[in-house]
């Protein structure tokens, strides 16, 4: 974990921090709260210490590695865990960690709905919101002032903005992919106006003209790790210029802001307008329209599908999305991974072979 | 105007099923009584009401592949609140039952490929990818089952089944209704209580919606009263297993689950479970085991090892094994005692929201706990089960739990539901036996 920066957030300016489990979760209530979060995907690599076994090798390595890593004291200098209703996985992990051993500070839940946005669902946010509201405001020791989260909501919506900016301009960023995702990535457990200086800044590299000569790939997928697998892609003449991993491109929110009212209920508005992900079970035809329109967008020409393994939420998605794309004869590339710190040489091949298929099919066309 | 399709369906459920299906068993009856009895065989005696659930659940399948174009059909998961659906007079289909059914009959490996060839990973669970297989191909052991009106989910055994059904319904283009239940840590709090109650009334606008029948709560509580009585029997046969020694199988209790869960609010399968509690009683009476020389009582937890049953039943009888409780079992005795028919909405709401699967580890741990104390089981079996995150996650952690809090023996066993490609026989055999022996 970020433990000097974290020390140093408690230090500088009396903020408790939280580790966040992925991946939606109303952010602005903690800013607003003053509560630093910092997001646990993983971490990368095997699970690590006495309890890397203590839960099945059949389940995904964001939980085994978690779990491991909370028990072994990795998250200790934060001073509670979130633990968002993602799924079965993490819905698991959040009764394990706390009630069988592994954390002992506080514990939060933030349960959110599963399915279309039926009007039960709406009333359902609204309350669920309201009510980690009032337990994070008592962790924070502070109450929760509607201007301050209005405050917050406007913060968070200006680095969506940044962040679809740099996204929908990659061909004109003169940065690599690596580079990109560690920056964007940095927002996971960075000050939020921390982030947006450092988004700001890149903004300003933003050129008018093509910056990126490679294969426009589409990326679909849960979390960007290994970084050597975007690093392959590179080296292999291609780059990311669609981005809907789980832990980047779905979670820029790309709604307008609300101006006034109650600000609680604009964090609930929104929620129900975020991007369509499969960890909230999403109606899957409003996927497959959002993934056919950022693929039109962006000017790509293959897709890469990018799962973890034991991944339910997205291995369910994948037939659809393979059958989508075949329809419109764009060529898919599956790939599966287990967050482990180097992609395979043979998964480097296949990377290469993809970019060069899709090069003949520039060519062709 | 009855049409003739529901002429045939109600026909067939009513009059030529059962004439059958009650012929063919006493077809079955007179084979098996010219048969001797195996003498080394380790089970006690079969069943007898084993030949009405046959029946029974055949029944169900055959009325079913009349049902499409007659009455309503509703495929439904097996933690939806189906006592809803009844008095609109859905056909309810049970996937995991059907799922369960291909396993052992050994047909999940040809049904789970044809999923696995749409792009189904081998990775998600194999109830999913049995069932998927199954309505892409047409293919199923009972003939036919028949194409859903509606499509009907409760999130409270996991989230799996919302995936699968939103892969159903667009397969089928049919409409699904989603029950969610919030994940209980600790107490339910009051607005997730309120959500489901929400969602319930949104299901009943949909059961009117794709039945076009409007129901009166009096028929929604007769329904409840059913269901609180099926599970209430249901609890009674399980219970039967507290004597020594235990009159049926753990594994009988895998098998004759089929009613509570497929059939759940319906006077048949009350009428069964009578039949069956009856028939145990009376072999506590008498004295009749399951097995025949039951030196040892042991717990299971997790689903059962469908295609494995009889192999593993088996290899356990005979060196004098029996498992005496199952949590999985016993999951589908415990809510009913929470439906309150004096108030139907609410009572149903925690009911199904305090399933087994939808509460945490520390709510597990008291139930294995108890049950092992109950049935006073000298150790117990956790099955790990690769297809099921919900029911495995944590099993880790269960097993210490119980070997130091009871001071029995606990082993993890590693297989798949529904799924032999996934389960290493021998290996997993000799783990078992090496378990067994150690209680020498
Ligand atoms: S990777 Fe998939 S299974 Fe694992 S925690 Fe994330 S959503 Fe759950
Ligand atoms: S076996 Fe487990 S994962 Fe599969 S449907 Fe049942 S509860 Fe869900």
């Not at chain 2, 089944?161 to 339910?188: C, E, M, Q, S």
């Amino acid at each position: 974990m970020r433990n000097a920066y974290i020390a140093n957030q408690k230090s500088a300016h009396g903020r408790k921090a939280l580790a966040v489990l992925p991946i939606h979760y109303p952010k602005e209530l903690l800013t607003a709260l003053d509560i630093l979060a910092v997001e646990l995907w993983g971490p990368p690599g095997p699970p690590r210490g006495p309890d890397a076994g203590r839960v099945q090798t059949y389940v995904c390595s964001i939980v085994r590695n978690a779990l491991a890593f909370m028990a072994a004291g990795g998250a200790d200098a934060a001073d509670g865990v979130l633990f968002p209703h993602t799924c079965d996985s993490i819905q698991g992990l959040a009764t394990v960690a706390p009630d069988m051993g592994g954390w002992t500070k506080p514990a939060f839940t933030f349960q959110h709905p599963k399915g279309s946005s039926r009007p039960s669902a709406r009333t359902f946010v609204a309350a669920e919101l309201r009510s980690l509201a009032e337990e994070l405001a008592a962790f924070a020791g502070r109450s929760l002032e509607p201007e301050r989260l209005w405050a917050a909501l406007r913060l968070h919506r200006e680095i969506d903005r940044l962040r679809a900016e740099l996204l929908d301009g990659r061909t004109r960023l003169p940065m690599t992919d690596p580079e990109l995702y560690r920056l964007l990535r940095r927002g996971e457990f960075l000050w939020p106006e921390e982030h947006l200086a450092e988004l700001r800044t890149a903004r300003d590299a933003l050129g008018d003209d093509a910056a990126q000569s490679g294969v426009p790939v589409m990326i679909t997928g849960y979390v960007p790790e290994p970084l050597s697998l975007l690093e392959a892609l590179n080296d292999a003449g291609a780059y990311v210029c669609g981005d809907d991993y789980a832990a980047v491109g779905r979670r820029v929110q790309r709604a307008l802001l609300g101006t006034a009212g109650d600000p609680l209920a604009e964090l609930s508005r929104q929620y129900f307008l975020a991007s369509p992900c499969s960890t909230r079970s999403a109606d899957q035809s409003a996927r497959l329209r959002y993934l056919t329109d950022l693929f039109d967008r962006s000017g790509a020409r293959g897709v890469i599908v990018h799962v973890l393994k034991f991944c339910e939420p997205e291995l369910f998605d994948i037939p659809a999305i393979r059958r989508t794309f075949a329809a419109r004869k764009v060529p898919v590339l599956v790939v599966e991974g287990e967050l482990e710190p180097e992609i395979s040489g043979q998964l480097v091949t296949r990377l290469e072979a993809f970019v060069e298929l899709l090069g003949q099919t520039r060519r062709a066309a | 105007m009855i049409t003739r399709r529901r002429l045939e369906y109600e026909l067939v459920k009513h009059v030529v099923g059962p004439a059958t299906l009650r012929f063919d068993t006493l077809r079955g009856e007179l084979k098996r009584r010219k048969k001797k009895p195996r003498p080394d065989s380790p089970f006690g005696p079969p069943l007898e009401a084993a030949h009405k659930l046959k029946e029974l659940m055949s029944l169900h399948y055959l009325a079913g592949r009349y049902a499409d174009g007659a009455v309503p059909v509703a495929w439904v998961t097996s933690g939806f609140p189906v006592e809803f659906l009844r008095p609109f007079g859905f056909h309810a289909v049970y996937p995991e039952n059907h799922a369960a059914l291909c396993s052992a009959q050994k047909q999940v490996p040809e049904l789970a490929s044809a999923a696995e060839a749409e792009g189904y990973a081998t990775d998600l669970c194999s109830y999913a990818r049995c069932d998927l297989g199954s309505a892409f191909t047409g293919k199923t052991p009972v003939g036919r089952l028949p194409k859903p009106d509606l499509l009907c989910c409760c999130t409270n055994i996991c989230q799996t089944l919302l995936y699968w059904y939103r892969a159903l319904a667009t397969h089928f283009n049919v409409p699904l209704v989603l029950i969610d239940p919030p994940f209980v840590y600790g107490k339910a709090k009051p607005h997730h209580h309120q959500y489901i109650l929400d969602q319930m009334e949104e299901l009943l606008a949909e059961a009117a919606r794709v039945s076009r029948k409007q129901v009166s709560l009096a028929e929604l509580v007769e329904v409840m009263h059913l269901a609180r009585e099926g599970t209430a029997l249901w609890g009674e046969c399980l219970d039967a297993s507290r004597n020594r020694p235990a009159p049926w199988t753990g594994f009988d209790g895998f098998v004759h689950i089929g009613p509570i869960v497929a059939l759940r609010g319906t006077k048949e399968c009350n009428a069964y479970y009578r039949l069956l509690r009856d028939e145990l009683h009376d072999r506590v009476k008498k004295g009749i085991g399951g097995i025949k020389n039951e030196r040892h009582r042991l717990m299971w937890d997790n689903l059962p090892i469908w295609y494995g049953l009889r192999e593993l039943s088996t290899l356990l009888a005979e060196r004098g094994f029996n498992f005496v409780c199952t949590s999985y079992t016993n999951a589908w005795a415990e809510g009913g005692a929470l439906v309150d028919p004096s108030q139907p909405m609410a009572s149903m709401a925690r009911a199904y929201s305090h399933v087994l699967l939808n509460q945490d580890l520390k709510n597990r741990l008291s139930v294995l706990e108890r049950l092992a104390r109950t049935y006073e089981v000298e150790g117990a079996v956790l099955h790990s089960d690769r297809s099921c995150k919900p029911y495995s996650v944590g099993q880790i952690d269960l097993k210490d739990r119980l070997q130091k809090a009871l001071g029995i023996r606990v082993l993890l066993f590693e297989a798949d539901h529904a799924d032999p490609r996934a389960y290493a026989k021998e290996p997993a055999e000799n783990r078992l036996t090496a378990f067994l022996e150690s209680f020498a």
